[in-house]
Nanobody, 125 residues
Framework: QGQLMESGGASVQAGGSLSLTCVAS????????MSWFRQAPGKEREEIAT????????SYADSVKGRFTISRDNSKKTLYLQMNNLVPEDTAMYYC??????????????????WGQGTQVTVSS
């Protein structure tokens, strides 16, 4: 079992920055790939960033590449998302999710077993 808890969402103006945090209470956090998703009203959920269990295994959606940075601290069982140069199109509910990767596959499995409740990010122009 276990859970994920996001925090850090807020309302900011375009061009601003936010840092999201996801604290995990799951076993073997270090063998889970971790991802950030977002969903805006009326839109499909979008996977925006993933960090694997191997050093350097990070990927971003084109929509956030160069502006967002995902990172993790396994000793704290915590996932981060640093968001810079925010634009109104970044307005959404942001979720963290975990997918087990016990065999350290380079490409993270897409079966997410844990999801957080979400944290709202609103960017005004």
């Amino acid at each position: 079992q276990g859970q994920l808890m996001e925090s850090g969402g807020a309302s900011v103006q375009a061009g601003g920055s936010l840092s999201l945090t996801c604290v995990a209470s799951i076993y073997y956090f270090n063998t889970h790939c971790m991802s950030w998703f977002r969903q805006a009203p009326g839109k499909e959920r979008e996977e925006i960033a993933t960090i694997g269990t191997l050093a350097g295994s990070i990927s971003y959606a084109d929509s956030v590449k160069g502006r967002f940075t995902i990172s993790r601290d396994n000793s704290k069982k915590t996932l981060y998302l640093q968001m810079n140069n925010l634009v109104p199109e970044d307005t959404a509910m942001y979720y963290c999710a975990a997918s087990p990767n016990p065999y350290a596959q380079i490409r993270c499995p897409t079966e997410y077993t844990h999801w957080g409740q979400g944290t709202q990010v609103t960017v005004s122009s």
